[in-house]
């Protein structure tokens, strides 16, 4: 599967972004309560683990399609994500 964006480098745009932020946070909380490495977290939703750790600091605006995959491989629609991110 060739995705644009799954090495992306961080955006100087939007990193740090206080939505992005957040995100990152909950994916990385939700990620290690349920014993997940970023690595695991990564492979199950088809994304590079370096990718995977940007999310987690922030440092990529999610395509909607990430951010489905994501928040699938966590086990979360991507409302509920959305909602624990507090967003």
């Known amino acids: 599967m060739n995705d644009i964006g799954r090495m992306a480098k ?3 745009t939007h990193s740090g972004n ?3 932020v957040s995100i990152g946070e909950t994916v990385r909380s ?3 309560k349920q014993g ?3 690595e695991g977290l990564a492979l199950a939703a ?5 990718y995977m750790g940007g999310i987690e600091r922030g440092e990529h605006n999610l395509t909607v399609i990430n951010l ?9 629609t991507p409302s509920e994500l959305l909602k624990k991110s507090r967003l």
Do not use: F, K
């Open 46 to 50: 088809e994304l590079d683990r370096s």
């Open 30 to 32: 939700v990620r290690t």
């Open 10 to 12: 961080p955006s100087p």
């Open 18 to 20: 206080p939505a992005l």
């Open 36 to 38: 997940l490495s970023q």
């Open 68 to 76: 489905i995959r994501v928040s699938g491989a966590l086990g979360l």
